[in-house]
């Protein structure tokens, strides 16, 4: 099962290096797949099956992804390899209903506290007193904290819908697609290409 999946993760990579290089970032973006590839190799060690945090620790998000910055968003990264993942029809019917009944509530949240945060910013400039501005930036905290929870038991729903072959695959699809955003967004930041 590991091989299958760093054959995976290979083919992808590899894919994933077509696509960029048509848009002019081959030189960061083979840095990167070559870190992908030798990271993906490991995965056939078992002592280091997983590997956790590396591409998110070492990269910052975009403004528009500042939500994604805590815990990762793997609905998304699920239902936009559907084919790769090779999900079956209950599988893809589970992740939507999921998805739909939580997706406004989270769109609210991330929303709500995105204003409460540029209220802050704001205020902070205008020189108000601290204490209001404490009480906003605590709201927004409360808020970033529910979308955090939320966003795990995302997670744990997700990981109990596939199998474990598919959860490693999504993973690691999740870590190529992180490195794509990365790489088009930050061209000299990630994996070390400084």
């Known amino acids: 099962m590991q091989k299958e999946l760093v054959q995976f993760a290979f083919k992808y990579a590899n894919m994933l290096k077509t696509n960029l290089t048509n848009h002019n970032h081959y030189e960061v973006t083979m840095k990167k797949i070559i870190t992908l590839a030798i990271l993906s190799a490991a995965l056939a060690t078992p002592a280091q099956a997983e590997i956790t945090g590396y591409f998110e620790d070492n990269t910052r998000p975009s403004v528009t992804h500042q939500e994604d910055a805590s815990t990762p968003s793997f609905m998304s990264t699920v239902l936009n390899h559907k084919t790769e993942l090779e999900l079956s029809e209950k599988q893809q019917a589970a992740l939507a209903l999921y998805q739909e ?4 509530h989270m769109r609210f949240l991330i929303h709500k506290a995105a204003v409460l945060e540029k209220s802050s910013r704001k205020h902070a400039l205008k020189g108000t007193d601290k204490n209001k ?3 906003k930036i605590d709201q927004a905290t409360k808020l970033r904290k529910e979308i955090a929870s939320n966003k795990l038991a995302c997670r744990d729903n ?3 819908v596939l199998t474990d072959f598919q959860w490693k695959k999504l993973v690691t699809l999740y870590k190529i697609d992180h490195i794509k955003h990365v790489s088009v967004a930050y061209p ?3 994996l ?3």
């Open 101 to 104: 009944d939580n997706a406004r």
């Open 133 to 135: 501005i404490m009480a």
């Open 192 to 194: 070390g290409t400084n």
């Open 188 to 190: 000299s930041e990630g």
């Open 158 to 160: 997700v990981r109990s």
